[in-house]
Each structure stands twice: as structure tokens, then as C-alpha cells.
């Protein structure tokens, strides 16, 4: 009797893959087409270290808070220190004086910018100011910077950025490179995460998909500066490619996947607690095609309820931190966040939270929209429409070609739609408890980047439920022509947003 993980695989490539009609023999002939993962480690490598050199020092998103919290895991940190501030709650740690320096320079530049640009003056007011500030030796004494948002970070997803800072450390580099050194880190792990992830599909053409989530210029642009985002999307990008594999696709994985999905199952609710569903999705895979048997084939489960365990403990300790947050909104509405609050009112009026919620949307939906391609750090440069355009001809193209998603059950096909909705709906109840003033007529902070880690899994239930693909008289579409689309539309797509940036920014 065939094991059940083989008949699933070869049901699938017996409906799906270029095998000739009945009566015909010979060798099939697959076109030739560059693999996903080398052409993301080219236009990521190249685009990602373009936005590392040409985003002005601490302009990437809360690029300063994300620095300090980077530089405290560098130097040993993993809890949340509280710290004196005469505003309230806060926590924060100690950085070298000298980048505190650049950092204060860099927030009165982009904070006045926001307040007094007027096009076509140049977002950053003077160019040569920062060239002293990033040349100077970094200091060997340290001042406390608040970082309250960061603090209530698990270290995990900044361990890139801390391994980059001890680095710059050891080569003595000026207080510029102690910046660019965790910027490029971080994007050297981006690159190795998903072009692992890549590489596992780099014989189906679901891998092409994958690819046109991965490069999108909001991803880019996060992976070329210090974020948690940065690990964070590698992660859940990398975590769905291999559910996708094993789960949509009903292939076995190889032992180097299975072990790379269960530690990424671990490390994504460590990363971002709003993603902790999609890691719970490596329980519902068949241990068959993880090439699991006996006692391992506990390890998912085991590997869920670690990732479990560890984002309840974490949430457990960053849960002071909320009561800071206020002081990140303007002045009149510092101390009007209070999470308990708005539990309450959540718990006990679910109503009004629901009609929050659709008003929220119904306010916001084109801005999260245009910001799910690219809304680039706190110049706030959307990128052009060009840049959207592409992105969607991309995913249109990607779909298109995309295998029949055959593997799962409906059952297990609507429990993968229901995390994904119930990941959405965690990612607003999120921005509800711990930034949005009580009583406020939204739910705040709300940006479509933090969309892009459940975009692959809803693309997969989408193949599995609806015919939408690319079919040819004589079967699945080849992928030469398309992948060279998607490849052209992805570097056009960066390319725009790097000149418009550019343009904005620096004139």
C-alpha cells in the first residue's frame, strides 16, 4: 500500500503538471526560466541596499525606537527596562551619545519636514548636516532614549540587527556605520530566509507568486532599514511558501523545510503576536509529508506549543508597556490609551467595537490599500501609481499560472481562511487596545504593511476555491514568459519608488 503523503503528491502532479496525453511517450520538455529564489536575491540584494544608503539615518519606520531596541538585544538586553520620564510610564535603554545625536537631528528633520515641506523643497532641509554627525567616532558613553513601542518586542526579531551591530563594534566603524551595519544585516537575513523559502518551490510555479509578495517596494524598503518587519515578514513569507508546499501543493517536504517550518512556527509569535494563528496552521500539515514517523511525528504539535507558550509569556511581560504608548500620540491625547479600558468596553459593548471597526475601514481602506505596496518610513513617500500597478499585474500573472491548490479538504481549506480573517481582525484589536485613544472615532495606527505576512495564504485559498489560472490548449502554462513579466513589473515597480523617494527626499 502507498504511503498516504506519495498518493496525495502524485494525485496532484497527475492533474497539474506538464505530463503528456495518453498514448504520447518521450521526454517532457519543460521551457527553461531563471529560478525565483536567484532572481530575489538579485533584485532584493540590489534594491534593498540602494534603500540602505539612499533612506536618510533613522527616516525608516520608528527607525529610532527600532535602533534602540536593536541595540540592547546587542548588548545582552531582552526585557523591557522601565526608565524615568517625567510624561509617564516609558521604557527604553542606553545608546552611544554620539547616535543619539544623529537620532535628535533626524527627528527635528523629518518632524519639521512634516509640518513646514512645501513642494517642491526636498524632505530633508540640508543635506551636508548629517555628513558630520555620521563621520564622528561613536562615543564610548551612553544616554537612556525611550523606545516604549520597541520594548514591548520579544528580542527575536531584531537578533539580525544586534549580530550587525556587534559587528560594526568590532571593526570600530564611525557612528554612521553603526547605523548601515544593522540596516544591512537585517537585509542579509531577509535575503536568506526567503530565498530559502524560494528555493523549496523552485520546481512549481506557485514559487513566482511567492516572488512578487517578497519584492514588493514596502518590503524592500523595510528589509534595507532597522525593523522588527524585517525578520518578521522573512518569517511569515517563508512559513506560508512552505505551507503552501506541503499543505496546498500535498508535497513532501525535504528534512532541511520541515525543520526550517517548525522553527519558523516557534520564532513568527515571537515576532509579532498578531501572527500567531498562522503558525498554529503547521499542526493541521500531515505528518507524511513533513517525513515525520513515530514519536517525531509529536514535533509539530510540540513545535505550536512552544510558539504558543513563548508569545503568552512575552505578551505577559510587554504587557506594562502598553500604559506608555499615549505619549506617542500628540500632546492632548497623552494618557488617553488605557488598554483595560478599552477591554472593557470591547467585552462588554462589542457593538460599538464592531461599528468602530467598519467605520474604520470605511474611512481608511484606499490609504491601507496604496500602503500595502509601499508607504517608505517616515518621510511618508507613497510610492507612485506605477509602482501599484505593477505590483497587482504581478499578482495577477502569479495567480494565473499558480498550480491547482488541490491538497487540502475544504475543512482544512476554510480553517486557513478563518486564521487569516481572524489574523486581520487581530492586527485592528491590537491597534484598539494599545494606541487608540477611548472613545476615539477609529481604530489608529492601522497601516497595510502589517497585511503583507497573510497575503500568500488568502492567494492560496483563492487557488484553492476559484479556477482563476492560465490554462493552454494543451495544458498548465509554461513559465519563461510570465516570470520574465512578473521580473520586469517588480523591477519597475522599485525602480519608480527609489526615484520618487529620492526626488522627495533629497531634491
Known amino acids: 500500500m502507498p504511503r ?129 554627525l555620521e563621520d564622528a567616532p561613536v562615543s564610548a558613553r551612553h544616554i537612556t532614549i525611550w523606545f516604549t513601542n520597541t520594548a514591548a518586542y520579544s528580542p527575536v526579531p531584531y537578533l539580525p540587527q544586534a549580530f550587525g551591530i556587534r559587528v560594526a563594534q568590532l571593526l570600530d566603524v564611525d557612528t554612521g556605520g553603526l547605523l548601515l551595519a544593522p540596516r544591512l544585516a537585517g537585509l542579509a537575513a531577509y535575503l536568506a530566509v526567503i530565498g530559502f523559502g524560494l528555493f523549496a518551490l523552485r520546481r512549481t510555479r506557485v514559487q513566482w507568486l511567492v516572488f512578487a509578495v517578497a519584492v514588493l517596494p514596502i518590503t524592500v524598503f523595510q528589509a534595507g532599514t532597522v525593523t522588527a518587519d524585517t525578520l518578521t515578514n522573512a518569517v511569515a513569507i517563508t512559513l506560508s511558501a512552505l505551507l503552501i508546499k506541503a499543505l496546498f501543493l500535498a508535497t513532501r517536504l525535504t528534512w532541511a523545510e520541515t525543520a526550517v517550518l517548525l522553527v519558523a512556527a516557534i520564532a513568527l509569535p515571537l515576532c509579532k503576536p498578531s501572527y500567531v494563528l498562522l503558525a498554529l496552521l503547521v499542526v493541521v500539515v500531515p505528518a507524511s509529508r513533513l517525513g515525520l514517523r513515530g514519536p517525531l511525528r509529536l514535533l509539530p504539535g510540540l513545535s505550536a506549543a512552544i510558539g504558543t507558550i513563548g508569545f503568552l509569556a512575552w505578551t505577559r511581560i510587554s504587557a506594562p508597556t502598553t500604559d506608555g504608548m499615549s505619549v506617542m500620540r500628540p500632546k492632548r491625547q497623552w494618557h488617553t490609551v488605557v488598554p483595560a479600558d478599552q477591554l472593557q468596553q470591547m467585552l462588554h459593548n462589542p457593538g460599538e467595537f464592531l461599528t468602530t471597526f467598519g467605520e474604520s475601514i470605511m474611512r481608511r481602506d484606499q490609504e491601507w490599500f496604496v500602503e500595502f505596496f509601499g508607504e517608505l518610513g517616515f518621510a511618508y513617500v507613497t510610492v507612485p501609481a506605477t509602482s501599484v500597478l505593477a505590483g497587482l499585474l504581478a499578482f495577477a500573472i502569479g495567480v494565473g499560472i499558480a498550480e491547482r491548490m488541490s491538497g487540502p479538504s475544504n475543512r482544512i481549506t476554510t480553517l486557513v481562511l478563518l486564521t487569516v480573517l481572524i489574523s486581520v481582525v487581530l492586527i485592528y484589536v491590537a491597534l484598539y487596545l494599545s494606541f487608540t485613544p477611548v472613545g476615539y472615532y477609529l481604530i489608529d495606527g492601522v497601516q497595510g504593511r502589517y497585511f503583507v505576512p497573510l497575503a500568500l495564504l488568502a492567494f492560496a485559498v483563492l487557488l484553492r476555491w476559484l479556477p482563476l489560472r492560465l490554462q493552454t490548449e494543451s495544458g498548465p502554462p509554461a513559465t519563461r514568459g510570465p516570470a520574465i513579466v512578473i521580473v520586469t513589473a517588480s523591477t519597475i515597480a522599485l525602480v519608480l519608488a527609489v526615484v520618487k523617494y529620492n526626488l522627495l527626499v533629497w531634491g
Open 4 to 132: 498516504s503523503g506519495v498518493t496525495d503528491t502524485v494525485a496532484v502532479a497527475e492533474a497539474d503538471t506538464d505530463v503528456p496525453p495518453a498514448g504520447r511517450t518521450g521526454r517532457i520538455r519543460r521551457p527553461r526560466t531563471v529560478p525565483a529564489w536567484s532572481a530575489f536575491l538579485l533584485l532584493v540584494g540590489v534594491f534593498g541596499v540602494t534603500f540602505a544608503l539612499l533612506t536618510p539615518p533613522f527616516w525608516g519606520h520608528d527607525e529610532i525606537s527600532q535602533f534602540g531596541r536593536a541595540y540592547q538585544v546587542s548588548r545582552g538586553g531582552v526585557l523591557p527596562v522601565p526608565i524615568p520620564d517625567d510624561r509617564g510610564p516609558a521604557w527604553g535603554g542606553g545608546v552611544p551619545v554620539s547616535i543619539e545625536r544623529l537620532m535628535n537631528y533626524a527627528l527635528d528633520d523629518y518632524t519639521t519636514s512634516a509640518e513646514t515641506l512645501d513642494e517642491p523643497e526636498p524632505a530633508v532641509a540640508d543635506r551636508s548636516g548629517y555628513r558630520p
